[in-house]
């Protein structure tokens, strides 16, 4: 049976899709061989790139526990992702135990298998929709249904906002949602930033994603990340690279891997 066949109707496997591509960076098998092809490009032109999706899904399970344990048991998870090992859900349940969670993504592919592993829970529900239109998900009435918007709940939105490219609109994204948000709550964000790449590996980055499902990718500056999180109160230790943010093993340098891109992410909580 070639890819194409095993792909979900609708679903192209010629065409890599970020979320496969981040699949594969983690170590999963979900994925085609065009996203393993796409992948292995973005690595020859930032090594660390594994090193990095891996930072980021820890720093995640590490973010949902740091709130779960501070009280919130509604989430929201904007750009969900494949499912993998430690998912929200799962580690949210573990600290705070009957948390409700609503997963949004609009990768087929994606809800497919969300739903598939997801079903043996009454805690969660699968949501088709896109962070390009914050509204349509705040209103969607399975998300208004299983969460209580006059209670403090948490929003992700990991690794998903370098996919906007205009940055008043990724801003103007950010701003709906954190004006829906009762006080209390928390917005989770990462956001890829250029790191030690040059601008030409940059760009050569970015047309390796304008032929992927996303159609780019645009890292932004320390300065542009900080401005998600305007009016919030950041948890310690603010912004910070994911390797940084309250590690639980304090990490070799010498085994840092080679340079590249970086992810910077933050918690932010409503005052």
């Known amino acids: ?10 679903v192209d496997a010629t065409v890599p ?51 779960a344990e501070g009280g919130i048991h509604q989430f929201l998870d904007i750009g969900t992702g494949l499912p993998t090992q430690d998912n929200v859900h799962q580690v949210a349940a573990r600290f705070s ?51 209580d918007f006059r209670r403090p709940l948490t929003v992700i939105m990991v690794a998903v906002l370098h996919f906007i490219p205009d940055d008043d609109q ?24 250029a790191g030690e790449l040059g601008s030409d590996v940059v760009g050569e ?12 990718v645009t890292p932004r500056t320390r300065e542009q990340i900080a401005g998600f999180f305007e009016g919030l109160e950041l948890l310690e230790p603010g912004l910070v690279s994911t390797t940084d943010w309250r590690p639980e093993v304090a990490l070799d340098p010498s085994l840092a891997g080679p340079g590249g891109a970086d992810i910077l992410c933050a918690v932010g909580r409503v005052p």
């Open 1 to 10: 049976m070639t890819e194409q066949e095993r792909a979900p109707a609708g």
């Open 205 to 216: 980055g970015n047309d390796v994603y304008r032929r992927t499902t996303a159609g780019n």
């Open 170 to 193: 990724a801003q103007s994204i950010v701003r709906t949602v954190r004006d829906s948000l009762p006080s209390g709550s928390h917005l989770i964000i990462s956001h890829v930033t």
């Open 17 to 67: 899709s970020v979320a496969r591509m981040y699949d594969y960076l983690l170590g999963g098998k979900d994925n085609f061989r065009a996203d393993r092809e796409a992948a292995a490009q973005i690595i020859q032109l930032s090594p660390n790139a594994k090193e990095v999706a891996q930072a980021n899904r820890a720093f995640l399970g590490r973010a949902v526990r740091a709130v």
């Open 97 to 147: 135990p009957g948390s409700r969670v609503v997963y949004v993504d609009n990768d087929p592919i994606v809800l497919v298998h969300a739903r598939a592993l997801l079903a043996e829970t009454d805690d969660v529900v699968v949501v088709e929709g896109d962070m390009r239109e914050p509204k349509a998900i705040l209103g969607h009435p399975d998300v208004t249904g299983h969460l």
